[in-house]
């Protein structure tokens, strides 16, 4: 009986044999997808499990965390969340992370693998393990004052603000906001507040972030565009050269008049003169010369049609590519399809305040190590060039004489050389609903370079339809926000 | 750490090299291993878990001591040529049992759900019974031929074992499979009883037929076919455990009643023809009852996509089926160790909730001993079945051949049925890890199976009695076991 018995002790060999292979193909070849399963609740636990870095503003923290019940040891809190919200994002117990708080979750849990090395010490000397810092670009004053001009205008808006010569984001406010410490943990109280935010249960839809995510008609804003195409495609040499334009201006191809608002000096205006008073008839006519293509060019230099990463995602700002000549006249006066991101409004001033070149827009400056050794640094990145020097340099002095005797009045700051643009657009269909108020401004120091341009958007459902104008609401936002900048410059 | 305790007279004899020695004190070494590694493992879950060690760590390693002391003692008495790894492994298994199982004792969650709290002090006392029925084994049973007398009583045991959880009022149904019978507060698994008596029952009776069965056959196509008369037993048993398939609702246990019967049949016949019979046979049952029972089918799909599984028991799916997260949970938890582990305490097995401490414990020492800890136990394991058939190997008499074969072989397949199912290799089955795994019926039939498996072994190491002295005899060659 001793062969069969030698064949059945080499098939129990093979039996174990064959749990010793599937394990090792489960522990060692599937273990980390296993393990890095969205699924799989250790993830969670372990994100949860020690307190998590903060996310710094001007070396102060905006976060912080508290205990919880449950397998979930810690949540985050945040300071001035509804303010912060559009920078932070959110990182839930029960909803996961978005935003800065999902990019950097290695960095600000621990777990990052450039932190491996330090962890294994930690281990080792038994130090429990703590989570990195994430600093940002953002300045604290300009973004209090970004949210509270929102605020107090009281309807939807949003800002972005951006340091010209390097791209860092300085402000990035959205109106109405939320405040992600009310869902931060895992309870039945935070699944209600969580609900209550909802776009379905919250007609303002609160958690949208508007100064990323939010595609706007720029209206008159978008003639900057169109006169740096107007200068770059050699259409005029200066601003002060007479454009070639009828009033009134019937678009190609159709027996439709464009429109301007009132009754404005814009027959064969100079470019300076059209956009101080911001003629439809001028711009209009420049994007229908110039045709689509070269539109597009020139906003795609800008940034237009691309997400952003910054490292959060913005929506790409639409200029469409099959237009007619009245579809393009329309579009290169911010109407028709073109719509566009504050933060892309705010990169296009950006570019024309850098003297041409446009710097990648970017809010997180540095990765530290728990003991805030830097793990990487974020270092400013030329994007493109959408206008030679030159052309920058007409086109700046253009938007000054806006603020300075323009539509743009009101962003004036004493002893400040401010360049800038209002813009209303109008939206819905027959243009019912109200229009959105836009003003893109930046503002200059003492030694000609700029420290910061913005773009401001408010949707103001509560003012009376003519009220609105980018001057009249928005820009007094824009002002602020460039005053807090230069306020922390002195 | 071994000595001879032979007597001398035993090397006077003509034959040769038969003495072997006894090896009770490597055994005794050994044991203390067995003790000392799971009162460190048992301290460390007490300083991962609470940041101390544990208050019961001294009563824990004495009682544990305590009942390995016990069953060496007896083996030095009535079994002293008896294998000696098997108690020390056996040992070794059950005692980080114990510290898994206490582990899962001290999760908030799986007490909130009742599944766990108590089980570690109820385990230390089956532990203790199934030392006890050990005991009752080793210093009854003076010879394992003794039960060949029961074989027809021990197929009636069998059967009645069997059909127990199928009675009404004591039958439990525990998430679909049916396995249990319910006595007052203890709930017992009668089917680990039953392969301890079936075994017996199949070498008491193959023993007897095995010349009628091997001989009487036709060749065809290279198999030697038995006679329709002969494959009545085959059937019988085959129609058996399709039934435990189809009325409990328990692949493990079908699949290892058959597979043992095979196993036990191959050895007695030497016939490969049986195996190809065998294995036909048990794909012809599974997959046919698998075509219409559902409990079955969604152990099935489980197997084959235990992420959908996952969602759907997530979803709260109202399909009219039971679905369970446990299968991909079990999964995570060993994708989660890698491949050393998060260390005793420190890993969250707690999350596969239901019957994470008898069915998934094998998870949990995935989870927190790695693929390391997972391959050591599986050795052991394969250390328990290499002992069992080396000692089928030694044995004299075919029906200690056969029985230490069968059991041997069932634990062999139990082991892989278990720890197949719960690493997603085979659907799952509702059968647990020998000695880890939480149960009363489990341990307390392990234990058994053990003093049953070290009886045999020891009258097969027993020096033989010494013949009168032949002057012409010629030196026999004795090989060694």
Redesign the interface.
């Known amino acids: 009986?001793?062969?069969?018995?030698?064949?059945?002790?080499i098939?129990?060999?093979l039996?174990?044999l064959?749990?010793?292979l599937?394990?090792?193909w489960?522990?060692?070849v599937?273990?980390?997808?296993?393990?890095n399963?969205e699924?799989?609740?250790?993830v969670a636990?372990e994100r949860y499990a020690s307190p998590r870095g903060d996310i710094i503003v001007d070396g102060k923290a905006i976060t912080g965390h508290a205990t919880t019940k449950g397998?979930f040891k810690y949540k985050r809190t945040y300071k001035d969340g509804a303010m912060w919200a559009p920078v932070t994002g959110y990182v839930s117990q029960a909803y996961g992370a978005t935003q800065i708080e999902a990019i950097n979750d290695g960095i600000l849990t621990g777990n990052d693998d450039r932190l491996f090395f330090r962890n294994t010490l930690d281990m080792l000397t038994g130090k429990k393990r703590e989570g990195g810092n994430v600093v940002t670009t953002l300045n604290a004053a300009a973004q209090k004052a970004a949210y509270e001009g929102l605020a107090k205008r009281g309807g939807k808006g949003a800002v972005a603000a951006i340091e010209p010569s390097t791209g860092k984001i300085l402000a990035l406010a959205s109106y109405p906001s939320y405040d992600p410490s009310v869902f931060a943990g895992g309870s039945n109280a935070d699944g209600e507040a969580w609900n209550k935010l909802q776009k379905k249960n919250d007609k303002n839809d609160p958690m949208l972030n508007r100064a990323l995510r939010e595609v706007y008609p720029p209206g008159s804003t978008f003639k900057v565009v169109t006169a740096a195409a107007a200068l770059e495609n050699g259409l005029y040499s200066s601003a002060e050269e007479k454009t070639d334009s009828p009033l009134p201006w019937t678009m190609p191809g159709t027996t439709t008049e464009l429109p301007n608002e009132g009754n404005i000096p814009c027959e064969d205006a100079t470019l300076r003169e059209a956009l101080r008073v911001s003629c439809n008839t001028v711009f209009g006519k420049i994007g229908s010369d110039l045709g689509n293509e070269k539109m597009l060019d020139q906003a795609k230099k800008f940034g237009f049609t691309e997400e952003q990463f910054v490292p959060v995602r913005s929506s790409a700002s639409v200029f469409s590519d099959d237009m007619n000549q009245s579809q393009t006249a329309l579009s290169s006066i911010g109407q028709f399809n073109t719509a566009a991101t504050p933060l892309q409004m705010a990169m296009v001033t950006a570019a024309i305040a850098n003297n041409g070149t446009l710097m990648k827009p970017y809010m997180v400056d540095e990765l530290q190590a728990p003991s805030v050794d830097t793990i990487e640094k974020t270092d400013p990145q030329e994007m493109s060039k959408p206008l030679s020097a030159q052309n920058a340099q007409i086109l700046q002095s253009m938007m000054e004489t806006v603020v300075k005797d323009g539509t743009g009045a009101n962003a004036q700051i004493p002893g400040v050389t401010v360049g800038g643009k209002t813009g209303t657009a109008q939206h819905g269909v027959d243009n019912s609903e109200n229009p959105y108020a836009w003003f893109i401004s930046y503002a200059k120091g003492a030694d000609g370079s700029s420290p910061v341009a913005v773009a401001v958007v408010v949707e103001d459902e509560a003012a009376v339809r003519d009220d609105i104008s980018g001057g009249g609401l928005a820009a007094p936002i824009a002002k602020s926000v460039m005053q807090a900048v230069l306020n922390g410059k002195r | 750490m071994s000595s001879t305790t032979n007597s001398p007279t035993h090397h006077t004899s003509t034959i040769g090299a038969i003495g072997a020695p006894s090896r009770r004190n490597t055994e005794l070494a050994l044991l203390a291993f067995a003790v000392v590694i799971p009162v460190f493992a048992y301290a460390n879950v007490g300083l991962a878990q609470h940041g101390e060690v544990p208050t019961g760590l001294l009563s824990y390693g004495l009682g544990l001591g305590l009942l390995a002391g016990v069953g060496h003692l007896v083996v030095r008495k009535f079994a002293p040529f008896a294998d000696p790894l098997l108690l020390p492994l056996a040992t070794l298994l059950n005692g980080l049992g114990l510290v898994a199982i206490w582990r899962l004792d001290q999760s908030e969650l799986l007490q909130s759900i009742h599944q766990a709290g108590n089980a570690a002090p109820r385990q230390l006392m089956y532990t203790a019974m199934g030392i006890a029925l050990f005991v009752v084994v080793m210093v009854f049973l003076k010879d394992h031929r003794v039960l060949q007398r029961y074989t027809y009583i021990s197929m009636a045991g069998a059967l009645v074992l069997l059909l127990l959880p199928l009675v009404p009022g004591l039958g439990l149904d525990v998430y679909g499979a049916k396995i249990w019978i319910q006595i007052g507060s203890f709930s017992i698994q009668p089917g680990e009883f039953a392969k301890i008596v079936l075994a017996i029952f199949f070498a008491g009776y193959l023993m007897v037929k095995r010349d009628a069965l091997a001989l009487a056959s036709r060749r065809f196509m290279g198999l030697y076919l038995p006679r329709g008369r002969d494959l009545g037993p085959i059937l019988v048993v085959w129609a058996i455990s399709i039934l435990i398939l189809v009325f409990e609702t328990d692949l493990g246990t079908s699949l290892l009643f058959f597979g043992m019967f095979v196993i036990m049949l191959y050895v007695a016949t030497e016939r490969t023809s049986w195996i190809v019979f065998g294995l036909l046979m048990s794909a012809v049952g599974a997959v046919g009852v698998a075509s219409f029972e559902p409990h079955i089918q969604t152990r099935v799909q489980a197997w084959l996509d235990p992420m959908r599984e996952y969602q759907l028991s997530r979803s709260g799916a109202t399909d009219g089926m039971v679905h369970s997260e446990q299968a991909m949970q079990a999964l995570w938890a060993f994708g989660s160790g890698g491949t050393l582990g998060t260390g005793w305490g420190q890993g969250h097995s707690e999350l596969i909730r239901f019957a994470a401490n008898s069915d998934f414990i094998l998870a949990t020492f995935g989870e927190e001993l790695g693929l390391a800890g997972i391959m050591a136990l599986l050795l052991l394991y394969a250390l328990i079945v290499e002992r069992g058939v080396r000692t089928a190997l030694a044995a004299r008499d075919p029906f200690g051949k056969l029985l230490a074969i069968g059991l041997s072989g069932a634990f062999a397949l139990q082991v892989f049925v278990v720890a197949g199912g719960v690493m997603g290799l085979i659907p799952l089955t509702g059968m647990t890890m020998p000695f880890l795994a939480y149960g009363g019926s489990s341990v307390i039939a392990n234990w058994a199976l053990i003093g049953i498996l070290l009886r045999i072994s020891d009258t097969a190491r027993r020096p033989a009695p010494a013949p009168a002295a032949n002057p012409d005899a010629e030196m026999t060659q004795v090989v060694r076991p």
């Open positions: 009986m001793n062969k069969p018995l030698r064949r059945i002790a098939f129990c060999g039996l174990v064959t749990l010793l599937r394990d090792n489960l522990q060692y599937q273990a980390d997808t296993l393990k399963d699924n799989n609740r250790r636990i397998d």
